[in-house]
């Protein structure tokens, strides 16, 4: 099933959503296990939401999977794992707290777990049950170190959808099905991506979200040889910038 939002500033995007019948097999294929894995002491469980994972043996064995999942991605991410550390108090405050359900943990764990399932060594993976469709985190830009060849201005949330390239002209950027290129980092801060996981989306020509921040000062066409190639925006890379590649069939898991 695929949500569809608006940005504020009319960007459509979409993410995908288990269906009920994830749901009902995730349980079918967790109930068998009798511990009450969380990756928590429940022992010490406080607030009403660590009571309601605590209480439900499926909802504990998937956040005892989720803690394993995201404490490999962040280290995998290098310098980037702190922007995944804001990502993940992000979720369990918004995604994850705001569950009244445990239908709604069940839904917000697995997609989380698809979200950095990449991430994974094979010994990590979760093998007991399949996985929803939903994106998946390629990589993260962490803000950029050079603090003088960093942007000045304000910039604003930002969401869009297309496909990745890296080209001698912008560099790092995303190409919308419109062609509107928005440069994700300028080629004289790219850290590189250590694990491939650009250059499998620019090769496969992939779909692609970026969130981050949109700087609100637009390019200037004076800065271009030719105005045509003057992008429609650029990220603002003292802020974190995450790439996901939309959802789809995943590994089979």
Same mark, same amino acid.
């Given at each position: 099933?695929?949500?569809c ?6 960007t459509r995007?979409?993410?995908m ?10 349980g ?9 894995a ?10 009403s939401?660590?009571?309601q ?7 504990s064995?998937l956040?005892e999977?989720l ?9 995998r991410? *290098?310098?980037? @794992?702190?922007? $995944?550390? !804001?990502?993940? #108090? ?6 994850r707290n ?8 069940k *839904?917000?764990? @697995?997609l989380? $777990?698809? !979200?950095?399932? #990449? ?25 950029a ?13 930002f969401?869009?959808?297309g496909?990745y390239h890296?080209d ?12 509107d290129v928005y440069?994700?980092?300028?080629t ?11 250059a499998h ?11 981050g921040?949109l ?5 200037d066409p ?25 959802g ?6």
């Amino acid at each position: 099933m695929q949500r569809c939002e608006f940005d504020p500033e009319g960007t459509r995007y979409c993410i995908m959503q288990p269906s009920r019948y994830f749901v009902a097999a995730l349980g079918a294929s967790l109930y068998v296990h009798a511990s009450f894995a969380a990756s928590f002491d429940c022992a010490n469980a406080t607030t009403s939401i660590e009571k309601q994972i605590c209480a439900d043996p499926v909802v504990s064995e998937l956040d005892e999977h989720l803690g394993r999942y995201y404490e490999a991605a962040r280290q995998r991410l *290098e310098r980037a @794992g702190e922007c $995944l550390r !804001e990502d993940q #108090r992000r979720w369990l405050r918004e995604v994850r707290n705001a569950c009244t359900t445990t239908e709604c943990l069940k *839904e917000a764990y @697995g997609l989380r $777990l698809t !979200e950095l399932e #990449r991430f994974q060594p094979g010994a990590n993976l979760v093998e007991s049950h399949p996985l929803p469709d939903g994106p998946r985190l390629a990589w993260i830009f962490a803000p950029a170190e050079d603090e003088e060849a960093l942007p000045s201005g304000s910039s604003r949330p930002f969401t869009i959808e297309g496909t990745y390239h890296d080209d001698p002209m912008h560099g790092p950027s995303l190409r919308t099905s419109e062609g509107d290129v928005y440069v994700l980092i300028p080629t004289m801060l790219y850290e590189g991506d250590p694990h491939g996981a650009l250059a499998h989306a620019e090769s496969s020509a992939v779909r692609i979200m970026v969130r981050g921040y949109l700087m609100d000062t637009p390019p200037d066409p004076s800065d271009y040889e030719d105005p045509a190639q003057t992008p429609k925006g650029f990220l603002d890379n003292t802020k974190c910038t995450y790439i996901y590649e939309s959802g789809g069939p995943g590994n089979g898991l």
